[in-house]
């Protein structure tokens, strides 16, 4: 069986410019997470869906980051205007319907690198 | 919201030897606590977790205790393989609310 997967894996980009990140969660997994990491830190909770609401997004830190998740699988994380300091690690995480069932399986990440 | 603290920020043990990482929790309706490897490149892998009605609980060379009283928790690993060298990352989470409130590692080297 497949685990998370995270395209694409690196991404390099230009201060200013959309970035999107796409997360595959484990088939069948209702909840999935978006956290950020920065080198030498853990991961930092941004959003989490149950299903294809966003049931927590307190962890966004402006309006310029979204997600969405629209059919209940797959998941998008989009950066508009980025700036150098959202440079870090993506890494998104499901689990098979969170509360209880709440066990985390992460995928490798995106390292985004903005110039 | 949550705080976790977890220390200590690097550990170094010989091969064979026992290793110790705490961590504390700020808020008392966190009810779950997993343990995480991660290694260069990967994403965080659960090792061990802990829920708040048990004290202790443990796996082959891995053990997590948990003080709710005291807001603490640590995992401890005995006989330490080069294999475990790695971070080491607790965490704190509330069932009810779904976020993990992450520490910010421990960097684990097993020297052969």
């Known amino acids: 069986g497949a685990g998370v997967s995270q395209t694409p894996s690196n991404k390099v980009t230009e201060k200013g410019k959309y970035v999107e990140l796409r997360c595959d969660p484990i088939?069948?997994?209702?909840?999935l997470y978006w956290y950020r990491q920065s080198l030498g830190q853990g991961p930092e909770f941004l959003i989490y869906?149950?299903?294809?609401?966003?049931?927590?997004d307190s962890g966004l830190p402006n309006d310029r980051f979204f997600a969405v998740r629209p059919e209940g699988s797959v998941s998008t994380l989009k950066i508009q205007r980025t700036e150098r300091g959202d440079s870090a690690v993506y890494l998104c995480?499901?689990?098979?319907?969170?509360?209880?069932?709440?066990?985390?399986?992460f995928g490798p990440g995106t390292r985004l690198l903005v110039l | 919201g949550e705080n976790v603290e977890q220390h200590p920020s690097t550990l170094s043990v010989q091969e064979g030897d026992s290793a110790v990482i705490k961590c504390t929790y700020s808020?008392?309706?966190?009810?779950?606590f997993p343990w995480y490897k991660q290694e260069l490149g990967k994403g965080p892998q659960l090792i061990i977790d802990?829920?708040?009605?048990?004290g202790e609980k443990k796996d082959q060379r891995i053990a997590v205790t948990l003080n709710k009283t005291a807001k603490h928790f640590s995992l401890h690993i005995t006989e330490t393989q080069p294999e475990d060298s790695a971070v080491y990352f607790c965490?704190?989470?509330?069932?009810?609310?779904?976020?993990?409130?992450f520490g910010d590692g421990t960097t684990l080297t097993v020297k052969p």
């Open positions: 995480a499901s689990s098979l319907n969170g509360g209880d069932q709440e066990t985390q399986y």
């Open positions: 088939s069948g997994h209702t909840a």
């Open positions: 869906f149950q299903g294809t609401g966003a049931a927590d």
């Open positions: 808020d008392s309706a966190s009810n779950y």
């Open positions: 802990i829920r708040s009605n048990v």
């Open positions: 965490a704190a989470l509330n069932t009810n609310a779904g976020k993990s409130t």
